[in-house]
């Protein structure tokens, strides 16, 4: 794999070999876990007739609407439309930019982010770093063959640029097997969850298979962003299958793709972006009344007498 060109040395500096076993035992326990709630819920709903719930446990979607690029600002819970299984809801109360944020940053550091492209990916993370919120935290992952947790949620803005600047790496990419790491972790439900991700779409290394990475991601409240480095080839070429995976990834949970295709492009503006549009979404609560109570739940979000705009949230959630 290569990213934008050139080559890094091997080895991550980051981990010895008992440490390597014991993460990758951690990710194979991972898919087998994705893989077993698959088949308990498809079993499940072959033995039994779907029943209905009239309960109280509140579901939460995440949604950002826009008029063009501008965020569109002031709505009331009674502007929002949502459809769950098919079955129209009512949003009981909503808030927007309310809620502190936890951005988990992965890294490709399988190929070329030496030089100028670690420099660059470096001023990406410190500015975001600089745009949090005051209560929000970073994380930052980086992976080639090996996924590593270098920082775990901080404030401290020194310690993820030494991180940055100390990585280094060479080999294959597990872009599923970070991924998963990423977004299966414990997180605090006062606060939401946004993955970033940088890569070229390329895996050869990932223990799990997208599918159950795509699982395992739907199980969570994470909203998953990824920006891409793309080639642009004389003759044109198939892009890696990595590629559509991550744009169907990041669409199922709300978040944004985005490319970048010159190799001298502004990573902090690209990263910045993420950040802004998932700071400016309403975050909508409503009690799910005439639903199945088990199985995948099919979300449609709409705004009502407003055509035009663009409305983006998580394509469904497990129950």
């Known amino acids: 794999m290569d990213l934008l ?16 076993a014991d993460a990758m035992t951690r990710l194979i326990a991972i898919g087998v876990c994705t893989l077993c709630l698959s088949a308990h819920i498809v079993v499940a709903q072959q033995q039994a007739p779907p ?5 109280t ?12 690029a501008r965020p569109v600002t002031g709505l009331q819970p009674a502007d929002f439309v949502v459809s769950d299984s098919g079955v129209s809801q009512t949003v009981a109360t909503l808030t927007y930019g309310v809620k502190p944020i936890d951005v988990t940053v992965v890294l490709d550091v399988s190929l070329s982010v030496t030089g100028s492209m670690l420099e660059r990916l470096s001023r990406a993370v410190r500015q975001l770093m ?9 994380k930052l992952i980086t992976f080639n063959t090996r996924v590593s947790r270098i920082v775990e949620f901080t404030t401290d803005a020194d310690a993820v640029d030494r991180a940055i600047l100390g990585a280094t790496g060479g080999g294959g990419s597990a872009i599923w097997d970070a991924l998963s790491v990423a977004t299966v972790s414990a997180s605090d439900p006062d606060r939401r969850q946004l993955v970033v991700i940088f ?4 895996d050869s290394g990932s223990v799990l298979s997208p599918e159950a990475v795509s699982q395992v991601i739907e199980r969570t409240s994470a ?3 990824a920006v891409v480095a793309t080639r642009v080839l ?5 892009a890696p299958a990595g590629v559509t995976t991550l744009r169907q990834l990041t669409a199922s949970s709300g978040g944004v793709y985005l490319p970048i295709v010159n190799s001298t492009q502004d990573l902090t503006a690209t990263f910045k972006r993420v950040l802004d549009e998932f700071r400016s979404t309403y975050v909508l609560h409503y009690t799910p009344t005439g639903v199945p109570t088990g199985g995948f739940h099919p979300l449609t979000v709409s705004v009502r007498g407003r055509d035009g705009l663009t409305v983006k949230a998580r394509r469904g959630y497990f129950r």
């Open 199 to 202: 890569t070229d779409g390329s």
């Open 57 to 68: 446990d509140a579901v939460t979607i995440e949604v950002s609407v826009r008029d063009r």
């Open 223 to 225: 909203a998953v962003s």
């Open 130 to 138: 600089a745009d949090r919120g005051r209560a929000d935290r970073l």
């Open 5 to 20: 060109g050139g080559r890094l040395p091997a080895g991550s500096g980051h981990s010895d070999p008992a440490e390597d």
């Open 234 to 238: 004389l003759v044109p070429a198939p």
């Open 51 to 55: 029943t209905f719930r009239a309960g």
